[in-house]
């Protein structure tokens, strides 16, 4: 196909059917036209309702930090502090104590983090605590930070990371 | 020194010592755990196995026999040797990086690691640990092992110490240590095999009482593994956040070399040093653990009846005490530098000039006055627990005897305490009750003579607060000074803290008093 140069020096002169924009106006409408038709009638829209409907998270997001469970329902952070040392942005406060022997069926080493706090105002959510953590107890996968007018709330707590019961088991993500 | 080929490379060693710090010397690294060169060589680990060999003598002629390229035929031992173990002599053949050697090295750290329970993210050791460090460069990246790993419970074994069996490599250091070193025979093997274990044999039968001596510390610092752990500092950092600065320890006048371990500005322990041939390889716990709390209370204020002032308010009015004053007594000195005591000595030299009767008396304790400078409580830690007493001695002649310096403490008008009531670091104020037992405070309680006494502090407690005045000064950590230790030698502190800034040692304070002092002065005359 030919290609039509324009030379931008001079000044284009516009032809007498151009003047009028009629052709590009019934493109543009046509594409409105063709979405229209497709969301109203075909059902056929792409945008969803935020943030009452959610579309689907890629399996790679990084959202979220969520602490994770071994199959018996123990924590599996043994607070090793890898993960506040690896943090590029400083966002992990640990805190490590040793495990009561009346507790030690909520751990599973006798060491465990009294205090882990994430500051969402602080992390870039780069993953790197994910990459170094050992035991398979921390995952951005919480889904999508939402805003907050409070600053505490935006510094997550183990017990807002921490997931019920169960959890991924190491390496798997998802 | 003798030569030697190592790995068909002839060198020259010193052959008084062991191997293994013989080929330190040279930078040659033979893995070890239970060798120490403090202790008795034992070989129990096994991981030190090196390849021996003589040069073949030809009977007959007594003349190296050569193989075809002119080469000394060497006879190696079939078998590996410990290397800890094996004496050096003049011509000997050693290989400590053949495949033999490496494969023989992976071999004994997989026996080592079958009942480890590779728990390095909890373990405290970890960072510091030879197990670790010779794991990854000397050890096999996978396990063989499938059966279930041998589990005993942590034990409690000492006021400070912790024993984690699954983690023991049974290298036979800390029984070493407590044997041939601090002289009690309280550790000790038990049972056989698979079940060896360390065990706490205290002199009046199981279970009576916990290892109590000074070198707790020093016990998990030389474990190689992480089966040994102190209790105080369990769990409270990891140990590559450490800075490291070298400096002398406080805790007696022995003033031992130290490393320091500093993170977010708060000193966690003292190490050995860096250079251990040089400085000596062990720290006592009084010593290791003496920073423990020293963040905690610290004066930062200067306080004027308890109450926390600034010193543009605070000095002029302690400047007109001295004005008025005719006696003034400086207590204390035995914890500060030389640099300090003659900026303490000067200040005392210009209330002189201005008229006043100055004294200066630095001993306050008990085994002061009964002249116990040189009792030694073990083999390090000295009763003396000043780090400058000999400093302060040998510059300030002081009282006469113990009256009369209870009788020039009542007759002064203003008394300097210079960090007495802080010193060593003990003093706070949620320890009270052993501020009480101090005679000084004691002695100016019963008389009430707290509206005559200036504290010059480094930590906030009940005599700061019931002093006319406290200035704060700078701490040990904090400054870098000259001291003189137990034999008479100057040894340097570094600066290893970060202070506050302005904050002012003794010496300082004392300087920026007397020029109020002496504008005073200038405006009276």
Redesign the interface.
Known sequence: MATKTIKVSEKYAWKWYEKFYFMSISLGMFVTLKHFIKSAFLRQQVTVSYPEERKPLSSRFRGLHRHKRDEEGRERC?????CQ?VCPADAIHIE???VKPEEQHLYR???YAKVFNVDLLRCIFCGLCEEAC??GAIYLDGGIPMPDDSRDRLILTKEMMMEPTGGKIIGERL | MVNIFVDGIEVSVDESKNLIDALKEINIDVPHFCYHPKLEVVGMCRICLIETGMTKIDPATKAPVLDENGKPVVMWNPKLQAGCNTAITPGMHINVASDKVKKAREGVMEFLLINHPLDCPVCDKSGECSLQNYSFSVGHETTRYKEVKRNIPQEKIGTNLLINHNRCILCYRCVRFDRDIVGVHDLEMQARGNDTVIAYTPPNGAGSGLLDHNYQGALADICPVGALLNENILFRSRVWWYEQNQSICHGCSTLCNVTTNIKNNEIYRYMPPENPEKNGYFICDKGRFSTSDFSRDRLFSYLLKGHASKSKDVLPQIAERVQLAHNILVIGGTTESQEDLAGIQEATTTWERLGKAVKWEYRTLDYMWNNEWDVQIDFLLMKDQRPNSAGVRALVSGLANRNEYESAVKAADLIFVVNEFAAPYAYRTDNFEELKQNPLYRLLEQNNLWDRVIVLGTHANSATASALSAFPVLAFPEKAGTFIDKKGMARKSQVSLKAPQGLPSSAQVLAALNRYVEQNAAVTV
């Open positions: 043994t607070a090793c502090y890898c040392w490590a104590a040793a080493e006798d060491k050992p035991k």
